[in-house]
């Protein structure tokens, strides 16, 4: 792996440079067994149970946007980290970047949104901390929250543990979150009612647990569902093959991205996740995930299979095929 | 949320499945007579890098007959411009006070001493992207302080946006924006194509979107002058698949004529008030291709009218030839001489993140196109 030159804003993407900086970087220091299988919790083992452990940091402009802001993101980021790896969230920190001259109004709008989103989540803030920067060194306000939660006794999923055969369950409909985001931080003035799906999964998440058979789960943030199927298809060694038509994806979101020509299968969500599970168990996760108000578009996409060469595929709608690699860096949008 | 119901969510009828299959049954039939014809292969070229992205994503490339071969044409903007004009935008970057303003595509794109837009703005340059030239004209509003310049690169499709945000700042009293005009033009493109007495194309896909601006009549001269087959084409799959055979049916027939297949968008004579507003801000002039070099009457300059508006005059930014990099097939891609693979960097030395060709770079560039989604 060479060693990186330079940080650029690609490294952030969620995509494949920032797997590599992960991984020339912050593994070469810090590598060990909770670190190692870098998903989206580590399981620290104390006498008697297993913890799962996650921090993130949020850094969206505008920190406000339809059906959400960063307060709410960042809540539901943290709690839906634990939540997939089968953890019931025990509590959350909080720590706030912010600069000079920060709207005070703006700042506990985002504080009440945080609150509410815990609330739904069932957890409490119980640590944080704060700090205050010169103006222009910070774009406005910076949040990172860590959590811990239980991961219950005989629960264990892992990206490895996916098998051939097993069904792709993504939740609901994909990439609002990103391009919600987009339209306000660019006044792109797209219509159609595009919002940020940002939302605690843990609720969800119990409840499609309590039918037997889920291998994994991943939450789809950035880099999207093509990125997450790449690492879990690098994980298990196996090809993860989806159906374009069984992909869901809102008529406004859908062609909002043809204008921006991006594609939703790489564009960020902050409250989907996929499944992994058994076939004979789709049928029930499917059942229980659309009862729940975020999984009402919950669909069967895809399927792993065993491969001489593992990749991930889509089967287009009028019977083609292609490959999808991992994100890069950053979507650019088109000239025309 | 019926759709969702029944686990469809993406198949209205330009994608419709059954459709697409009866399309290619067709297909096979017409692609053996019209190798039959033609005694051997038939290429067809998509002149435009939306379709070379479209064909891409739909996965279509694996389900065509044998006899079909697709070339990647020059309607990629940012893969046509040249080494030597990318070099004018980095210096431009690199002017104390200016804000770049662009379309995302070219932050990438790299000149000749291997720097880009992305690496200017990590070395302190102001670079933005910007989704509409108009929201470059309202930063120069909003910033009378600084010298705001748009970086216009593209056909048909963009002069016009370009020509109307240029004609905005005019009718403002800016005195802080200017923009690049490195457009190029896409009727003499094909003729640059089809004047190669080697050239093996026998049909032309052509660009849906250029051709609601101009029209059905500029390409006529590819059908009488040049014997070459011309159908105006959509974007989605059924469109592609529709266009193509409509050209295999004029193969056959050996009656070439420019065919409008996109009539739900593309009038014969185009967008009357859009060819005004170019030949308003702009005139026609020289352009400069990369790999070919310069082409009289190819592209777009300021009309004297909107001279002022010139960045390159405004900041006196020489134009230096420089050489296309080392290894790098971009140039014969364009021209429908080589297919992305056959590049001996593709996928090796070169990739999207550390692309060394343009056509790499773009979201419409063929490489971009055949390594994203395997061809």
């Known amino acids: ?336 | 949320m019926k759709a969702a119901a029944a686990g469809r969510f993406s198949s209205p009828l330009w994608r419709d499945r059954a459709l697409a299959a009866s399309a290619f049954s067709e297909m096979g039939a017409l692609a053996s007579a019209a190798a039959a014809k033609k005694g051997g292969r038939v290429n067809f070229m998509e002149v435009c890098g939306t379709h070379t992205m479209a064909i891409a994503a739909s996965g279509m490339r694996r389900l065509f007959p044998r006899e079909l071969r697709m070339l990647s044409g020059p309607g990629c903007p940012v893969c046509v411009t040249s080494q030597g004009d990318i070099d004018r935008v980095l210096a431009l970057a690199g002017i104390p006070g200016v804000m770049i303003t662009t379309f995302g595509d070219m932050l990438k794109v790299k000149g000749s001493k291997g720097l880009d837009l992305a690496s200017a703005r990590e070395r302190g340059a102001d670079v933005r992207v910007v989704y509409s030239p108009l929201d470059a004209v309202a930063l120069a509003a909003a910033e009378p302080s600084r010298e705001v310049v748009f970086i216009g690169v593209g056909f048909e499709t963009t002069a016009p946006v370009i020509g109307a945000a240029v004609a905005r700042a005019k009718k403002m009293g800016l005195k802080n924006f200017s923009s690049t005009a490195f457009f190029k033009l896409v009727p003499p493109a094909l003729e640059l194509l089809l004047s190669d007495p080697e050239h093996k194309i026998h049909g032309f896909l052509l660009p849906g979107h250029v051709s609601a601006i101009i029209g059905t009549g500029p390409y006529r001269f590819v059908a009488e002058k040049y014997r070459v087959p011309c159908v105006v084409t959509g974007f989605e799959p059924l469109d592609i698949l529709a266009g193509i055979n409509m050209l295999f049916k004029q193969v056959i027939s050996g009656e070439p004529r420019v065919e409008d297949e996109y009539f739900r968008a593309v009038r014969a004579e185009g967008n009357p008030a859009a060819q005004k507003l170019m030949r308003e801000v702009f005139s026609v002039s020289a352009a400069t291709w990369r790999a070919i070099g310069p082409v009289k009457n190819t592209g777009l300059e300021f009309s004297k009218a909107y001279a002022a508006f010139d960045a390159v005059k405004r900041f006196k930014i020489k134009y230096a030839e420089a050489p296309e990099p080392e290894g790098c097939l971009c140039g014969t891609i364009l021209l429908g001489k080589a297919l992305p693979p056959d590049c001996p960097l593709f996928g090796k030395g070169c990739t999207p993140s550390n692309a060394v060709g343009p056509c790499m770079v773009s979201s419409e560039g063929a490489c971009a196109a055949w390594f994203k989604y395997g061809g």
Do not use: W
Request: with cysteine; hydrophobic share 45%; aromatic share 4%.
């Open chain 1, 1 to 336: 792996m060479a060693a990186i030159n330079k940080v650029v804003l690609g490294h952030g993407s969620g995509g494949r440079l920032s797997r590599e900086l992960v991984e020339s970087v912050f593994l070469k220091s810090f590598s060990n067994p909770s670190l190692l299988p870098l998903e989206d919790s580590a399981e620290v083992k104390i006498p008697g149970a297993t913890l799962a452990f996650t921090t993130d940091s949020y850094v969206v402009t505008p920190v406000e946007f339809p059906g959400a802001d960063i307060g709410r993101v960042a809540v539901c980021g943290t709690v839906n980290d634990l939540a997939v790896k089968g953890a019931r969230p025990l509590a959350l920190s909080a720590a706030f970047i912010l600069e000079e001259g920060f709207p005070g109004g703006l700042l506990e709008r985002i504080t009440a949104s945080m609150r509410r989103a815990a609330d739904e989540a069932g957890v409490s803030i119980v640590t944080g901390d704060t700090k205050v920067v010169e103006r222009g060194k910070a774009d406005g306000i910076f949040i990172n929250t860590s959590g811990i939660g239980l991961i219950p006794r005989g629960r264990s999923l892992s990206s490895a543990a996916v098998r051939a055969g097993d069904v792709i369950i993504v939740s609901g409909s994909l990439a609002d979150h990103g391009v919600a985001v987009m339209n306000a931080r660019d006044r792109l003035g797209l219509e159609g009612g595009i919002k940020s799906d940002a939302a605690p999964l843990n609720g969800l998440i119990e409840a499609a647990l309590k039918v037997p058979g889920t291998r994994a789960m991943r939450d789809i943030t950035r880099g999207g569902l093509a990125t997450v199927l790449n690492e879990v298809s690098g994980a298990c060694g196996l090809t993860a093959e989806v159906d374009e038509e069984a992909v869901p994806v809102s008529a406004a979101t859908r062609s909002a991205c043809a204008l921006l020509g991006l594609d939703p299968l790489y564009v960020a969500n902050e409250g989907k996740i996929v499944i992994f599970a058994a076939p004979g168990a789709a049928a029930g996760i499917l059942r229980a995930l659309r009862s729940h108000r975020y999984g009402k578009n919950a669909s069967v996409a895809g399927r792993m299979l065993k491969e001489k060469k593992p990749q991930v595929r889509m089967l287009t709608s009028i019977g083609g095929s292609r490959i999808m690699l991992m994100l890069e860096g950053e979507q650019l949008p088109r000239i025309c």
